[in-house]
Structures are given as structure tokens and as C-alpha cells.
């Protein structure tokens, strides 16, 4: 008995100067393990006569009992004990400056075609997307340029080896403008009559041509409005508002001249003011001595009654206007940009020079302010 109490006092004050959780487990083993001595004093008891075990029984589950709890409370005190020391030691010191990332920058094009998506989204436009890779009836015939037409010679087209499975050749589109063919043909078969249609088409065209001012793939944004009786009047507000919008400044000054494009009629070219400033060309800024001087900026026109029907819209109804842009050009102009070439090496010191931090503005195209 009173080996029992003084080997549970042993044991107690050994749990209480164990130093560590190895020392407190070796502890734990020693008494409550499988062989340790309160497990093999437990188990003495089941030889025992009632009358010897109803005499020792107690004494040793009260020790079971007080050592458990001793090892449970000095186990969770080491424990806290460990996290304390750790919390100590790994302190962060959150004043030093950190370590910098390079970061990355937004491409002028795609700025300026997120640019033009919101100004065209505020005059009720929606984006309209086409494949780059085209048959020449979406390309060509349904704008009404047929297999003989001179007006296919305009385009340097690349096309590819094999035909599709109806015959047609396969080609990169050489504009945006067979999605408005596409644009159409959808519209036409959704919505009763077909429109209004007003839609904007900014993508990727490829012509073979590479010089200072010509890459081989470049970027254009076209667009297409159809609805009862449009006029050239909509078509010149609707690139006032939008040059306006672009260049930030209201001193925008257009002038359209008679063109031909085969799927528009009457076709006309838009030339906009500029002024040199710098030795750079600065659009809008009329008034200095010299007057303006025009520069040609993008082909537009009324939609050809013919393009129409094949779109699958009676042009007894329904008139539209369309226009198509270079978007390299437009950046080029806003963002002062000499040469075209630049946009697509890659090199990431024009980029970080000229691309745009999507992180400090709200909108990707909160304007020139904004640059990075
Ligand atoms: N698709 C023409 C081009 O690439 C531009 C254009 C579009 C002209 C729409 C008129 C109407 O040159």
C-alpha cells in the first residue's frame, strides 16, 4: 500500500520535472504502458481472492487515475509550451521592404482594343468574334468580291494547301470583315427581320506584306450597324463619337472622300486632322499655322445591297453602315509609336516601356493617365 503511494508520488513528480514530450512519453511508458508498473498491478488484481481485491483495488485506480491526469496536463503544457517558442522564433519582420517580382505588362493592342470594346459597348455595340482561319466564300464571295473579282489582287492572301470538304479555299482571313457575313447570317435566322444589328469585331488578319508600316499578321476592329433607315450621317457621328472618345480630345476633325470597297456602296475613306507637335503626329490639334493636315485612318461605307441578301436580310428594309480600322495604327497614333515591327518582337523592354499595369487603374482602359 504504501509502496503504491510513494511510487505514484515518484512517478508524479517525475511527470512534473520531465523536460520534454520524450521524457514525459518515457514517463507514460513506465507506468501506463503495457508493462508498465500501474498495468501490471492492474492486472495482479484479476488472481486475486474479492476480499484482497476490494482491498487493493482502490489504491491503485486512484493512482491510474492521478497519473493519467498528471500526463494529460504536463503533455498539453509542454505543447503550448513548444508553440510559444515557436511563435518566438519565427517572427516575421513585416517592415522589411520585400523582395520585387518582375511583373508584367498589358500589350498596347490588347489596351487599345479593350479601349475600343468599351467606348463601341457605351454606344450599344457588342463584340463579335470570327475564326482567323476562313473559307474564301466567308472572306471573299459573300462580300461580294466573286472568284474573278480585281478587288481579291487588293488582298495578298496566305492560303492553305488543301480545300475544305466542299471545295472552298482555305485561307487566313485577310480582314475582319467576314464576321460581319457571319454576324449576319445568325441574325438573320434569330431574331425576327434580323436586326438591329451592332456589333464590333476586333481580331487578328493576315496579309502578305512586311515592312516598316506592314506586318504580316496585324490587328483590325470592324464594325457593322443594321437597322432601318441608316444614312452616312450615322456612320460619320458614330466615328466622331468614337475618335473622340479614343483620342480624349473633342478638336476631331474627319473628312470622307468617295472610295470603293466591294461590299460597301457608297464606300467612303476617312481621313482625320492632325498636326505635327514634336515631330510627332498628333491628331486633332487644328489651328497652327500650317492648317491641318489629313491623314487616312480607315475604310467604311454603306453595307452593298448585295452583301445584304447573301447576310440573309432584305435590303428593301434594311440598311447598315460598316467600317474596319487598324488597331496597331490607332495605338501607334495614341501612344506615339513609330514603328510597327516593335509591336510584335516581343521584346520585353518595349513592353515595359510601352505596356500598361492592369493593377493601377479600375478599368483596363482608364486612359493615357493610366500608363504604366
Ligand atoms: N475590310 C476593309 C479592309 O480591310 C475595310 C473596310 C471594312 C471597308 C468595312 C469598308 C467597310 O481594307
Known sequence: MTDITSQTEAALAAIAAAASLDALEAERLETLGKKGWVS?????????????????????QSARASIAEALDAKKAALEAAAL?????RETVDLTLPAVAAPKGSVHPVSQVM????????????????????????????ALNMDETHPARAMHDTFYFPDKTTEGKDVLLRTHTSPVQVRTM????QTSPGGAPVRIIAPGRVYRSD??????PMFHQIEGLVIDRDIHLGHLKWTLETFLKAFFERDDIVLRLRPSYFPFTEPSVE?????????????????????????????GSGMVNARVLEMGGFDPGQWQGFAFGVGVDRLAMLKYGMNDLRAFFDGDPRWLAHYGFSPFDQPTLSAGVGARA
Do not use: C
Not at 114 to 138: M, N, Q, R, S, Y
Open 40 to 60: 501490471l498491478a492492474l492486472k495482479t488484481l484479476g488472481s486475486m481472492t474479492p476480499e484482497e481485491r476490494t482491498a487493493a483495488a482502490p489504491a491503485i
Open 84 to 88: 510559444e517558442e515557436q511563435l518566438a
Open 114 to 141: 479593350d479601349e475600343l470594346a468599351e467606348i463601341f459597348a457605351d454606344l450599344g455595340f457588342a463584340v463579335a468574334t470570327g475564326p482567323e482561319i476562313e473559307d474564301d466564300w466567308h472572306n471573299f464571295t
Open 185 to 188: 447570317l445568325v441574325a438573320a
Open 210 to 215: 512586311s515592312d516598316a508600316t506592314h506586318t
Open 270 to 298: 476617312v481621313d482625320v486632322g492632325y498636326a505635327n507637335e514634336n515631330g510627332r503626329r498628333v491628331v486633332g490639334g487644328s489651328g497652327d499655322a500650317q492648317g491641318h493636315a489629313w491623314m487616312e485612318l480607315l
